[in-house]
Protein backbone atom coordinates (compact mmCIF):
# COMPACT_ATOMS: atom_id res chain seq x y z
CA UNK A 1 0.00 0.00 0.00
CA UNK A 2 0.66 3.48 0.12
CA UNK A 3 -0.33 5.48 2.88
CA UNK A 4 2.41 8.35 3.55
CA UNK A 5 4.76 10.06 1.15
CA UNK A 6 7.24 12.81 0.67
CA UNK A 7 6.82 15.70 -1.31
CA UNK A 8 10.10 17.78 -1.78
CA UNK A 9 10.68 17.54 -5.76
CA UNK A 10 13.42 19.11 -7.33
CA UNK A 11 11.50 21.82 -9.45
CA UNK A 12 13.86 21.38 -12.65
CA UNK A 13 13.77 17.62 -13.12
CA UNK A 14 9.78 18.48 -12.68
CA UNK A 15 10.20 20.89 -15.86
CA UNK A 16 12.43 18.47 -17.96
CA UNK A 17 10.27 15.51 -17.18
CA UNK A 18 7.08 18.04 -17.87
CA UNK A 19 7.80 20.40 -20.68
CA UNK A 20 3.87 21.35 -21.52
CA UNK A 21 2.80 21.82 -17.64
CA UNK A 22 3.12 24.87 -15.98
CA UNK A 23 4.31 23.09 -12.65
CA UNK A 24 4.93 26.22 -10.75
CA UNK A 25 2.25 24.98 -8.44
CA UNK A 26 5.16 22.82 -6.59
CA UNK A 27 7.52 24.61 -5.70
CA UNK A 28 5.50 25.68 -2.53
CA UNK A 29 5.31 21.73 -2.18
CA UNK A 30 8.04 20.89 0.30
CA UNK A 31 6.26 18.20 2.59
CA UNK A 32 7.89 15.18 3.91
CA UNK A 33 5.33 13.61 5.04
CA UNK A 34 2.26 13.68 3.20
CA UNK A 35 -0.82 12.06 4.55
CA UNK A 36 -4.55 11.16 3.28
CA UNK A 37 -6.77 13.96 2.96
CA UNK A 38 -4.31 16.87 2.65
CA UNK A 39 -4.22 18.48 -0.85
CA UNK A 40 -1.67 18.57 -3.15
CA UNK A 41 -0.86 19.64 -7.01
CA UNK A 42 -1.25 16.50 -9.39
CA UNK A 43 -0.58 16.09 -12.78
CA UNK A 44 -3.40 15.38 -15.14
CA UNK A 45 -2.84 15.23 -19.42
CA UNK A 46 -3.31 18.91 -20.17
CA UNK A 47 -2.88 20.49 -16.57
CA UNK A 48 -1.72 20.98 -12.78
CA UNK A 49 -5.19 20.70 -10.78
CA UNK A 50 -5.21 20.95 -6.51
CA UNK A 51 -6.64 17.65 -5.57
CA UNK A 52 -7.20 15.81 -1.89
CA UNK A 53 -5.55 12.66 -1.61
CA UNK A 54 -8.25 10.13 -1.30
CA UNK A 55 -10.51 9.82 -3.69
CA UNK A 56 -14.69 10.63 -2.95
CA UNK A 57 -16.57 8.71 -6.49
CA UNK A 58 -19.04 11.30 -8.21
CA UNK A 59 -21.98 9.53 -6.75
CA UNK A 60 -21.07 9.58 -2.75
CA UNK A 61 -23.42 11.33 -0.65
CA UNK A 62 -20.54 12.29 1.56
CA UNK A 63 -17.07 12.54 2.26
CA UNK A 64 -16.22 8.99 4.39
CA UNK A 65 -15.03 7.55 1.46
CA UNK A 66 -11.78 9.56 1.18
CA UNK A 67 -9.93 7.65 4.05
CA UNK A 68 -11.35 4.49 2.46
CA UNK A 69 -9.72 4.81 -1.07
CA UNK A 70 -6.46 6.53 -0.47
CA UNK A 71 -5.02 3.12 -2.82
CA UNK A 72 -6.74 1.30 -5.56
CA UNK A 73 -5.64 -2.10 -6.26
CA UNK A 74 -4.60 -2.28 -10.04
CA UNK A 75 -5.19 -6.18 -10.47
CA UNK A 76 -8.84 -5.08 -9.89
CA UNK A 77 -9.08 -1.69 -11.45
CA UNK A 78 -12.10 -2.71 -14.19
CA UNK A 79 -14.00 -4.71 -11.43
CA UNK A 80 -14.36 -1.76 -8.48
CA UNK A 81 -16.98 0.30 -9.03
CA UNK A 82 -15.78 3.07 -7.95
CA UNK A 83 -12.77 2.92 -10.39
CA UNK A 84 -14.35 1.11 -13.41
CA UNK A 85 -15.31 4.41 -14.70
CA UNK A 86 -12.17 6.47 -13.98
CA UNK A 87 -9.23 4.07 -15.71
CA UNK A 88 -9.97 5.37 -19.16
CA UNK A 89 -10.12 9.00 -19.01
CA UNK A 90 -9.60 10.05 -15.32
CA UNK A 91 -5.58 8.78 -14.82
CA UNK A 92 -3.03 11.11 -13.08
CA UNK A 93 0.41 11.07 -11.83
CA UNK A 94 1.36 12.15 -8.49
CA UNK A 95 4.86 13.43 -7.97
CA UNK A 96 6.99 12.62 -5.32
CA UNK A 97 10.56 11.78 -3.96
CA UNK A 98 9.75 8.73 -2.04
CA UNK A 99 7.23 7.16 0.12
CA UNK A 100 7.17 5.55 3.29
CA UNK A 101 6.53 2.06 4.35
CA UNK A 102 5.92 0.20 7.47
CA UNK A 103 7.52 -3.29 8.08
CA UNK A 104 3.97 -6.04 8.17
CA UNK A 105 6.30 -7.73 10.93
CA UNK A 106 8.73 -5.10 12.88
CA UNK A 107 6.00 -2.22 12.38
CA UNK A 108 9.24 0.24 11.64
CA UNK A 109 9.41 2.77 9.08
CA UNK A 110 11.03 2.50 5.90
CA UNK A 111 11.95 5.54 3.58
CA UNK A 112 11.85 3.54 -0.65
CA UNK A 113 13.22 6.51 -2.87
CA UNK A 114 14.32 5.78 -6.67
CA UNK A 115 17.94 4.79 -7.11
CA UNK A 116 19.20 7.87 -8.41
CA UNK A 117 17.62 10.18 -6.27
CA UNK A 118 15.24 11.07 -9.37
CA UNK A 119 11.72 12.00 -9.35
CA UNK A 120 9.35 9.00 -8.53
CA UNK A 121 6.04 9.30 -10.42
CA UNK A 122 2.68 7.53 -8.72
CA UNK A 123 -0.14 6.31 -10.64
CA UNK A 124 -3.02 7.38 -10.52
CA UNK A 125 -7.18 7.87 -10.77
CA UNK A 126 -8.98 10.78 -10.09
CA UNK A 127 -12.36 12.56 -10.02
CA UNK A 128 -14.69 15.28 -9.07
CA UNK A 129 -16.93 15.38 -6.26
CA UNK A 130 -19.26 18.02 -5.46
CA UNK A 131 -20.01 18.62 -1.51
CA UNK A 132 -22.70 19.37 0.67
CA UNK A 133 -22.91 23.02 -0.63
CA UNK A 134 -22.47 22.17 -3.96
CA UNK A 135 -18.54 23.23 -4.48
CA UNK A 136 -16.27 21.05 -6.26
CA UNK A 137 -13.55 18.93 -4.62
CA UNK A 138 -10.83 17.44 -6.58
CA UNK A 139 -9.63 13.82 -5.33
CA UNK A 140 -7.48 11.10 -6.39
CA UNK A 141 -5.84 7.70 -5.29
CA UNK A 142 -2.65 5.99 -6.06
CA UNK A 143 -3.13 2.68 -7.50
CA UNK A 144 -0.77 -0.09 -6.09
CA UNK A 145 0.24 -3.52 -7.61
CA UNK A 146 2.26 -6.69 -5.75
CA UNK A 147 5.89 -5.69 -4.15
CA UNK A 148 9.27 -6.17 -6.21
CA UNK A 149 11.13 -8.54 -5.07
CA UNK A 150 13.02 -6.07 -2.88
CA UNK A 151 10.05 -4.46 -1.67
CA UNK A 152 9.00 -7.69 -0.73
CA UNK A 153 11.12 -7.83 2.30
CA UNK A 154 9.34 -4.92 4.28
CA UNK A 155 5.49 -4.96 2.49
CA UNK A 156 3.60 -7.47 0.28
CA UNK A 157 2.16 -4.16 -1.70
CA UNK A 158 3.44 -0.78 -2.98
CA UNK A 159 2.24 1.68 -5.26
CA UNK A 160 2.77 1.74 -9.04
CA UNK A 161 6.01 3.43 -10.38
CA UNK A 162 5.99 5.12 -13.74
CA UNK A 163 9.21 4.37 -15.47
CA UNK A 164 10.61 7.24 -17.07
CA UNK A 165 9.28 7.65 -20.41
CA UNK A 166 5.85 6.95 -20.13
CA UNK A 167 4.66 9.67 -18.66
CA UNK A 168 2.61 10.79 -21.79
CA UNK A 169 1.21 7.30 -22.65
CA UNK A 170 -0.42 7.32 -18.87
CA UNK A 171 -1.70 10.47 -19.07
CA UNK A 172 -3.11 10.82 -23.03
CA UNK A 173 -6.97 10.48 -23.15
CA UNK A 174 -6.67 8.97 -26.20
CA UNK A 175 -5.72 5.81 -24.66
CA UNK A 176 -8.01 3.50 -23.54
CA UNK A 177 -6.89 1.72 -20.13
CA UNK A 178 -6.56 -1.49 -22.44
CA UNK A 179 -3.05 0.74 -23.95
CA UNK A 180 -1.48 1.32 -20.81
CA UNK A 181 -2.49 -1.39 -18.85
CA UNK A 182 0.78 -2.83 -19.64
CA UNK A 183 2.22 0.30 -17.30
CA UNK A 184 0.04 -1.27 -13.96
CA UNK A 185 3.11 -3.13 -12.86
CA UNK A 186 5.65 -3.27 -9.82
CA UNK A 187 8.83 -1.14 -10.96
CA UNK A 188 12.29 -3.13 -11.50
CA UNK A 189 14.24 -3.94 -7.96
CA UNK A 190 17.48 -1.88 -9.42
CA UNK A 191 15.12 0.96 -9.60
CA UNK A 192 14.52 1.71 -6.00
CA UNK A 193 16.54 1.76 -2.49
CA UNK A 194 14.81 0.75 0.69
CA UNK A 195 16.18 2.91 4.09
CA UNK A 196 15.10 2.97 7.46
CA UNK A 197 13.33 5.94 8.46
CA UNK A 198 14.36 5.35 11.83
CA UNK A 199 18.16 4.65 13.91
CA UNK A 200 19.22 4.66 17.65
CA UNK A 201 20.15 8.36 17.62
CA UNK A 202 18.00 10.11 15.26
CA UNK A 203 14.72 7.63 16.24
CA UNK A 204 13.32 10.47 17.72
CA UNK A 205 13.45 12.65 14.56
CA UNK A 206 11.00 9.83 12.69
CA UNK A 207 8.94 9.31 15.64
CA UNK A 208 6.31 12.07 15.02
CA UNK A 209 6.18 10.24 11.69
CA UNK A 210 5.44 6.96 13.19
CA UNK A 211 2.47 8.54 15.38
CA UNK A 212 1.12 9.90 13.01
CA UNK A 213 0.45 6.65 11.40
CA UNK A 214 -1.11 5.56 13.98
CA UNK A 215 -4.13 8.32 13.95
Not at 68 to 88: C, D, H, M, P, W
Request: one cysteine or more; hydrophobic letters at 40%.
Amino acid sequence: MCGRFSVNIDDLELMNRFPNHDVAPFQAMKITNFSPTMEMPVIIESQVVNMKWGLIPSWSQNKSFANKLINARGETLLEKYSFQNLVNTQRCIVPSNGFYEWDTVSKLPYFVQPTDGSLMNFCGLHTLWMDENRQPVNTFTIITTKSNKIMSKIHNRMPVILEQGSETKWLSRSNNFADVQNLVKPIGDSSISITPAFSPGPWITFFPLVLSFFK
